[in-house]
Each structure stands twice: as structure tokens, then as C-alpha cells.
């Protein structure tokens, strides 16, 4: 059943940069990256940035939390991560957030995961409302520094990956409902 919501969950993420600008990949200041380190059944040092990065983030469905979506090109085919963090709301900068890790790795088609958000951390993360036309409303620049303490493994039960560290700069854009009234009403935006 996990692996069911994860993946409506993912369905979900990727559509939402279809509806952004056609010409915006991540950030409106074309300044997206994202590197990892990788080690395990993917052995990778990633660097991606635009145009070759795509990203993009929302609310989590139960309101609670944030999920973003990185995705670059890697040895044949897509990789992409998924960073999933409940303790956040709108705007909040804080340090030492626990965070859920899902790889999704094309060209081997397996889906790696933390499951659960125990064994990675931010060590620090940081939203700026984004003013900015091609935009939605509610939209944030998010960068954040990271690492995991244990590898995500692959959900059909073949390997494992650790990511020792991340960092990484994209956007999420916050639904209606995550949002507090003084946030809407302008004052975070």
C-alpha cells in the first residue's frame, strides 16, 4: 500500500511543472541545482543544474509538510529524487529537519526509499516567497543542505543507495489549504 501512495504521490509531483511557465524548468532566476553523492547500486557524484535540472515541489496531499522533485539525466537514462519533509510550513527556515528520500532511478527501473524520514536530515533549509509572474501564488525558493545516515533501499528489495550528502536550490509552490490566512492575504508573497 506504501509503494501505491508513493507513486500517486510522484504522479503528482511531475505534472506540476507541465503547468508552470513551458519555458521554466525550475527556478524563474534559472538558478536551480541540486548535487549528491551517491554510493551503493548507484555510484554517482551528481552536479545537475539548468536547463539540463528540472524540479519542482508542492504541499504534501495531508497538507502537512513539503515534497520536491529533482530530475536530471544519469548513465542512460532519468534519475530522479524526492525529498519529502512534514515538520515544514510555508516560509519556515529551520535546521535539523528529519526527511524522507525516494530515488527513482530510470535507467535501472528500480525506486529506492528511506521509508521514513528517520534516516536523513536537513541540516538546514530555507524558503524566499518568490514575486514572480511565471509563478504560481504561494511559490518559494527552498534551498537546503542535507546528508542520510542510512541508505534507501530498493522497494523490490535489490540494493541499496546512500546518499552522504546533499544540497540543493528549487521550488515549491504551497496549496491554498497549507497556507496561513497572513500569508494569503499578501504578507508572504
Known amino acids: 500500500m506504501t509503494v501505491i501512495a508513493l507513486l500517486l504521490l510522484l504522479a503528482q509531483l511531475a505534472p506540476a511543472a507541465a503547468e508552470a511557465s513551458p519555458a ?7 538558478d536551480g541545482f541540486v548535487t549528491m553523492r551517491l554510493r551503493g547500486s548507484i555510484e554517482q557524484d551528481v552536479h545537475w543544474t539548468e536547463p ?52 527513482i532511478d530510470g535507467a535501472g527501473e ?5 521509508q521514513g524520514d528517520d534516516r536523513c536530515s536537513f541540516d538546514e533549509i530555507e524558503q524566499s516567497p518568490i514575486s514572480d509572474p511565471a509563478v504560481p501564488a504561494h511559490s518559494y525558493r527552498v534551498s537546503a543542505r542535507g546528508f542520510c545516515v542510512a541508505p534507501a ?33 499578501g504578507v508572504g508573497r
Open 24 to 30: 521554466l524548468r525550475c527556478l524563474p532566476a534559472r
Open 52 to 103: 539540463a535540472l528540472e524540479c519542482t515541489g508542492m504541499s504534501r496531499p495531508d497538507g502537512k509538510g513539503l515534497s520536491l522533485r529533482f530530475a536530471g539525466s544519469l548513465a542512460g537514462g532519468e534519475l530522479a529524487v524526492v525529498f519529502a519533509a512534514q515538520e515544514l510550513a510555508p516560509g519556515v527556515t529551520a535546521r535539523g529537519v528529519p526527511v524522507n528520500v525516494t530515488l
Open 153 to 185: 533501499r530498493a522497494l523490490d528489495g535489490d540494493g541499496s543507495v546512500l546518499l552522504t550528502r546533499f544540497d540543493f536550490a528549487g521550488l515549491v509552490t504551497w496549496s491554498d489549504d497549507a497556507v496561513p490566512p497572513a500569508v494569503q492575504a
Open 110 to 114: 528500480h525506486i529506492y526509499g528511506t
